[in-house]
């Protein structure tokens, strides 16, 4: 039960993988450098959301503010991104790089992620496996497991995969060995890193607790329990910072709040989910975007993978057959039993009812732990792994069924197999059976020499690449069409649409045919935006004027009063989608500029943001136009409720009900008029929020167009204003005849709360730390 007492290999193992992770990605980035001279760029979210999020997330911190107005509609900054990298040690050892160059880092922070994982995969399994060969193996199987291949998609997931197993192995320090101090910090910085996360890592080290507990390799009294509480309680406060401003958020977040009901906490409403549970340790992982063998079910995404490269789940399995009273086997049990019920899979995740595996991360550590134990028990291994190894080669081998089996293709006709794309299929079927004959092989002929440990951790490197560099081009070069002009869209682009647009007035963009997250790269609020994070009150908007918002706002073109709205005043299209673009014919466009990646359209409706109406609009009468055409008439009138009738009803006019059937294309621009007419004196866009001046002849209720957040702030000249919610989640303030100087300021609801805990938390932690410290002297003495 002690740590071994030979010297660490920490660092062998951190430079290993390392190594490995650098010549997996070093093909890759040879070909973009080639193709494009640009950075390594892959697929999806890595594409669209990771690497512009760094670099955008580099130069805000740098330049400081609260509001990011590049978010979307505009939101906070701490909310939008701290799921993503603001709370990650990663992300803030990034800063020591500059903003610009940061699509260069990603690859050398990649190999970084993998290496710490590596080496604390090593430190936790030191414990449990006899010899520090096999407990560097366990570390290399946890760095270049099928769920850390499959998540350099996500990118940001493998900052939980790296912290996590230092947090376990705090975790055994504290409970056996009544070490002292590590622990808080662990807690605190996986919480700190990734507060979702973090939910399912609280639920796993529970399950984990009362196993070894059960398994009598935690032996707690009250007072050891008494001294985890307390840790674990400190470190949850100096961890804090970011926790109650994500959590206020997160609950006005539809996409949060999604229960079970009925028959789905049991059960999965598609039966195909349980083959691809089932076969998720013993397949190599599949692009994250495509499904094989199974096309029902939540499937996409998921980060539905247990696989380890080379030994597979042969060691798992042959440990939990034959120490079926370990507490690794109990671990394992129960989590298997989690994955196939719906609402104990959700616990990981508060309950939520979509479908993710993205806790897996935490069996797999303890997986990789089992198969080592059990091969650094010679004589165990002989007499239990060979029948294993058959079931578990018997169970792979089950999948080419899946390419046989009887079917209809989408005409009708008789085809055989079940499968998206055979030869997408086999290619995997054939590089996971490549590991299973290798490891055959290297049991048959080498198990009995000296060297064992090495030759298997040598064949397990080595693996990695090969099915490591099969899941990267089947997920990076199926998309290399579509984004292989990413960099001269993006990065490239920055420059020449600066140049190409005109900084005389705040205004947003849109793109038409271009990736996502422009934005980010252009610096301006634009309509066509990848983040799932934003301020909810743009999730309550953009239903109501029918545009879907899940993970992503992408308002229809063909939707062009919300351009007028929303002060959208330029749209830049992608020149292969020019002609696609001219088709919709949409009313009051003309193109203004071009640059080598897009032709650039000016909207002739263009309303300035900040204005008044001379209407307003119940919720009663917009709910008798259609959704898709409610923004012609918020052009015309703002939405208010009752008591804002009774406020503000002298203000304005009632809209005539037949002024709801009035929504030509002529009578839009006419309204845009008017809105022009009617708009703010000036407009200023700052890092904590806006500013405007007004100069109206009578008292007004002045709209932005700006996402309604609790944590904004009005004055109206100098003093405090009250911010009324209109429109289904925008923002109007009052003002009196005359000139104004109107002012928003956002301040993150929560933080400095959040702020006040980590600090005192912090303080408490140093407090401690001296106490202990103190008590050691004395016991030397």
């Not at 598609?270 to 998720?280: D, L, P, R, V």
């Not at 209809?408 to 998206?420: I, M, P, Q």
């Not at 999730?539 to 959208?568: C, H, Q, T």
Request: glycine letters at 8%; aromatic letters at 16%.
């Amino acid at each position: 039960m002690k740590k071994s007492d030979t010297k660490s290999n920490y660092w062998r193992v951190f430079a290993l993988c390392f190594l490995t992770a650098g010549l997996l990605f070093l093909p890759h980035c040879i070909i973009d450098a080639a193709a494009g001279g640009g950075y390594f760029h892959y697929a999806g979210d890595f594409n669209d959301q990771q690497i512009n999020f760094y670099q955008y997330a580099n130069a805000f911190v740098k330049q400081g503010g609260t509001f990011s107005w590049a978010t979307d509609l505009g939101s906070g900054f701490v909310n939008s991104y701290s799921f993503y990298l603001l709370g990650s040690p990663f992300f803030w050892l990034s800063l020591a790089v500059p903003a610009r160059l940061m699509p260069w880092a990603m690859v050398p922070l990649l190999c970084l992620k993998m290496a710490v994982a590596g080496g604390g995969a090593y430190l936790w399994a030191r414990r449990w496996v006899r010899e520090e060969g096999w407990s560097m193996l366990a570390g290399c199987l946890y760095a270049f497991s099928g769920f850390s291949i499959y998540n350099i998609f996500f990118n940001h997931f493998l900052d939980v995969v790296a912290l996590f197993p230092y947090l376990l192995a705090a975790l055994d320090d504290a409970a056996i060995d009544g070490k002292k101090g590590r622990f808080p910090f662990w807690v605190a910085l996986n919480l700190l890193n990734n507060y979702f996360f973090f939910a399912g890592q609280a639920v796993f080290l529970i399950i984990y607790f009362f196993c070894m507990v059960a398994g009598r390799r935690y032996r707690i009294g009250l007072r050891r329990f008494a001294a985890l509480a307390w840790e674990t309680a400190l470190g949850c406060a100096c961890g804090c910072l970011l926790l109650l401003p994500a959590g206020l958020s997160l609950l006005q977040n539809p996409r949060t709040i999604d229960p079970f009901t009925g028959y789905g906490y049991l059960f999965y409403g598609k039966s195909q989910q349980y083959g691809a549970i089932f076969y998720s340790p013993f397949l190599m992982p599949d692009a994250p975007y495509f499904k094989d063998m199974f096309q029902e079910g939540i499937l996409k995404h998921t980060s539905l993978t247990a696989y380890l490269p080379l030994v597979g789940a042969a060691g798992g399995l042959a440990f939990c057959r034959t120490q079926d009273r370990h507490p690794f086997t109990r671990i394992l049990k129960v989590c298997v039993v989690c994955a196939f019920v719906p609402v104990l899979n959700s616990a990981f995740y508060a309950l939520n009812s979509s479908f993710y595996a993205r806790w897996y991360y935490m069996p797999i550590l303890v997986l990789c732990g089992a198969t080592c134990c059990l091969l650094s028990r010679p004589a165990l291994a002989e007499r239990s792994l060979p029948r294993a190894f058959g079931l578990t080669t018997f169970i792979t081998l089950t999948a080419a069924v899946f390419a046989v089996l009887p079917n209809k293709d989408s005409d009708g006709s008789f085809c055989l197999g079940v499968l998206e794309e055979p030869a997408r299929f086999w290619a995997l079927f054939g590089v996971t059976v490549l590991g299973i004959v290798l490891f055959g092989l290297l049991w048959h002929f080498c198990r009995r020499k000296r060297q064992w440990s090495r030759i298997l951790l040598a064949g397990v490197l080595g693996f990695s690449l090969v099915y490591g560099s099969l899941h990267l081009s089947l997920t990076k070069y199926a998309q290399w069409d579509v984004d292989g002009n990413l960099i001269a869209e993006t990065y490239d682009s920055a420059d020449a649409v600066a140049a190409a647009l005109p900084d005389d007035a705040f205004y947003r963009i849109d793109a038409y045919g271009a990736h996502n997250n422009l934005g980010l790269w252009f610096d301006r609020s634009c309509l066509q935006f990848f983040n799932s994070t934003v301020a909810p009150s743009i999730m309550e908007f953009y239903p109501a004027v029918g545009v879907k918002r899940d993970v992503n706002s992408k308002p229809d073109a063909a939707n062009y009063a919300l351009r007028g709205l929303l002060s959208v005043r330029y749209t830049l299209t992608a020149r292969d989608k020019v002609s696609d673009w001219e088709k919709q014919a949409l009313p009051g466009w003309t193109k203004y500029a071009e640059t080598d990646a897009y032709l650039i359209y000016e909207n002739e409706n263009w309303v300035p943001m900040g204005f008044t109406y001379d209407y307003y609009v119940t919720a009663d009468q917009l709910e008798r136009v259609g959704e898709e055409e409610r923004a012609q008439i918020l052009c015309r009138a703002l939405l208010l409720d009752e008591d804002q009738i009774s406020a503000f009803g002298s203000l304005l006019r009632p809209l005539p009900d037949a002024e709801l059937t009035r929504r030509s294309e002529e009578a839009y621009a006419a309204d845009c008029a008017d809105r022009r007419a009617a708009a703010v004196a000036e407009f200023t866009a700052t890092s904590t929020g806006f500013t405007a001046k007004t100069d109206y002849d009578t008292d007004a209720l002045v709209f932005f167009s700006v996402p309604y957040d609790d944590g904004f702030t009005a004055a109206v000249n100098g003093e405090p204003a009250a911010i009324e919610k209109v429109d289904n989640g925008m923002m109007a303030v009052y003002v009196p005849a005359g000139e104004n100087e109107i002012e928003f300021t956002y301040h993150t609801p929560g933080l400095k709360v959040s702020a006040i805990v980590s600090v005192a938390g912090i303080a408490a932690y140093g407090i401690y730390l001296l106490i202990l410290r103190k008590r050691a002297k004395r016991q030397q003495v």
